[in-house]
């Protein structure tokens, strides 16, 4: 019966089983080979030893840029997400009327897609008469060169990005919905006030979400590409070269391709996500409270 | 004695109607941030439908307008004569329907695998599942697009269909906590009854499963729908071409760059099937996201 159970049970897993093997192994396994050779597809790859990452880390001006560039866009999109995200979610969460409609409209540019949303964004940043601009005109903001100043070209990513916290904000609102009353009732005979009820309550509560939305958005704002390689290519002066962009540009863009030395990169992007990762994991003991009873 | 109730109760009113002002500032404050951010959401989209009526000249005017001064609806056929949509969106409706099968198709097998069969290394085998969850797709691309151009897939569908037969980490995990929170009492009935596990698996989970299948199909539309790099990298061929693809492809065409107007016409075709499926299964995508974040 056991044997039996077990057959049938792989049976049903046979196709993730042939799938992570030929789409997640073999790839994790070859772009690691690749990265030590020199491979531009149509002639076989050729071993040169360490000599990409020995040329990424010493005479690649552009690793540590487009790194750097990175780097502001994971904190600061992560940081937008969860702060602006969780405070949706919070005045969502207050009983308020329509519910459903300002859920709806927080979502919306969510479901858009990155291409049509990128190509409506270029004129919202359009330095001469585009919507960012004329909004900021009401504050007394003199019009910004949103794309041609190296200093403004990721922030108005980062902009770009405070429309897409519907999902992050639907996710704590879930969560903050099934936060018993019971709590806060207790909380408040105990003469907490808002705040209090907010930082000793809700917040130690909803570390397990917080945790995971921390993780999912660090993940995949490190590999942030398409509204960047639409919109501006890199410029201006690679103020918004991002690191995947960089290394699609080694494999695709540049002829002839340089598919090893996209492969270091790949990898050395793959570790920079995997320390993150280890590290949110490991410290997430110190301040994820799991709710006794559950798990 | 009297006296003293008299204050206390003033003191009582004064700091209810006190408390009532505050609540009443609250409120407004409340809505006026609502609106606020509501208006700074949908004010691109607003646009860009507003200015894809609006003669050329008027798009490109400072302070901003945003009704077309002139409705112009042949923005759209001209944009068409430039971009083949009736192509492009038939590309892109059959990579997206064969994506969706293979996504059905392997992943509730996979999560029933997962969810009611107890097999060797089970728990490491799904430990692995969610790890590969964190693989940046950067790792996997240039392998991937050397074997299949070896194997002579670059410019086929089959790179952008076939992988989701194999299922998708995050659908699997979705679908398989949708199955282990179904009872096990109606399983053991059908065994009782005499199906066999193929047959359990389509005439009992299956349609118990429909909520999860329908979140499921909702993120595998929505993933074809709108990937990017894939068609980028894999379609060379303008008859191939996805809307994604096309729309990126029309906005850059030499020449192209100042019909606004066109751009935002051609865009408003590519979104409006999202959002009509968005708008007919609004719940499902709220469900999607919300076990997106169930902790594992």
């Known amino acids: ?22 789409f997640a192994l073999f790839p994790f396994v070859a772009s690691f080979v690749l990265s030590f050779t020199k491979y531009n597809i149509v002639a076989p790859p050729e071993w040169v030893g360490a000599a990409h990452y020995e040329h990424i880390f010493t005479d690649d001006p552009l690793f540590l840029k487009s790194l750097k560039n990175t780097a502001v866009y994971v904190g600061g999109s992560v940081a937008i997400r969860i702060i602006l995200g969780f405070a ?14 300002w859920r709806t409209l927080f979502y ?29 005109g009401f504050f007394g903001i003199s019009r910004i060169r949103w794309f041609a100043d190296p200093d403004f070209a990721m922030l108005a990513f980062l902009i770009m990005s405070t429309t897409w916290v519907g999902v992050t904000m639907v996710i704590f609102l879930a969560g903050l919905q099934g936060i018993p009353e019971e709590y806060y009732d ?6 907490a006030n808002m705040a209090q009820r907010l930082w000793r309550v809700t917040i130690p509560l909803m570390t397990p979400t917080i945790y995971l939305n921390v993780l999912i958005n660090i993940i995949g ?20 070269r991002t690191y995947v962009l960089h290394l699609f540009d080694h494999a695709f863009q540049y002829l002839p391709p340089q598919m090893g030395y996209s492969s270091a990169l790949a ?22 409270f799991y709710q006794g009873g559950e798990e | 004695m009297s006296e003293a109730g008299t204050a206390i109760t003033r003191d009582y009113r004064l700091n209810d109607a006190l408390s009532r002002v505050s609540q009443i500032i609250g409120r407004v404050l409340l809505y006026g941030i609502l609106i606020f951010m509501s208006l700074w959401f949908i004010a691109p989209l607003f646009w860009m439908f507003m200015s894809s009526f609006m ?37 892109t409706m059959i990579i997206t329907i064969f994506s969706l099968f293979g996504d059905i198709g392997s992943c509730t097998l996979v999560a029933y695998g997962f969810a009611r069969f107890r097999f060797p290394f089970r728990d490491t085998l799904f430990l692995i599942l969610l790890a590969t969850l964190m693989l940046p797709f950067a790792v996997r691309l240039i392998p991937v697009y050397a074997a299949y151009d070896a194997i002579g897939w670059i410019d086929t569908f089959y790179p952008l269909i076939v992988p989701n037969f194999f299922g998708n980490a995050f659908y699997i995990f979705i679908c398989r906590q949708f199955f282990l929170g179904i009872p096990q009492d109606l399983l053991d009935a059908a065994k009782i009854d005499g199906a066999n596990e193929l047959r359990i698996f389509t005439q009992v989970m299956i349609p118990l499963a429909k909520p999860a299948i329908v979140v499921i199909a909702i993120l595998s539309f929505q993933n074809s729908w709108n990937d990017f790099l894939g068609p980028l990298i894999y379609l060379k061929d303008p008859d191939l071409h996805t809307l994604a693809i096309g729309l990126y492809k029309f906005t850059s065409l030499p020449g192209q760059g100042g019909i606004y107007n ?19 299964f609004q719940k499902q995508f709220i469900q999607g996201a919300n076990l997106s974040g169930m902790k594992g």
Not at chain 1, 1 to 22: D, Q, S, Y
Not at chain 1, 117 to 128: C, D, H, P, Q
Not at chain 1, 224 to 238: L, S, Y
Not at chain 2, 62 to 89: C, H, M, S
């Open chain 1, 1 to 22: 019966m056991r044997k039996r159970e077990a057959k049938f049970g792989l049976l049903f897993i046979a196709p993730w089983i042939v799938g992570v093997l030929l």
């Open chain 1, 88 to 101: 949706l979610a919070l005045l969502l969460n207050t009983k308020v009327r329509l519910l459903g409609l």
């Open chain 1, 108 to 136: 919306v540019p969510s479901v858009v897609p990155i291409v049509a949303l990128s190509i409506v964004w270029l004129y919202v940043l359009n330095a001469r008469a585009g919507l960012l601009n004329w909004f900021l």
């Open chain 1, 186 to 191: 207790a909380a408040k005979i105990d003469g």
């Open chain 1, 221 to 240: 704002a490190f590999q942030v590409f398409t509204q960047v390689f639409i919109m501006t290519g890199g410029a201006p002066r690679d103020a918004t």
């Open chain 1, 267 to 288: 990898w050395i992007l793959f570790m920079i996500i995997f320390a993150f990762t280890a590290v949110i994991v490991a410290s997430s003991q110190r301040w994820v």
């Open chain 2, 55 to 91: 003669p050329l000249e008027q798009v490109g005017v400072f302070p901003v307008e945003w009704i077309p001064r002139v409705w112009q609806p042949e923005n759209y056929t001209d944009a068409l004569r430039f971009w083949k949509f009736g192509t492009t969106f038939r590309n």
């Open chain 2, 262 to 280: 066109q751009q935002m016409a051609a865009s408003v075709m590519m979104v409006m099937p999202v959002l009509i499926v968005f708008f007919l």
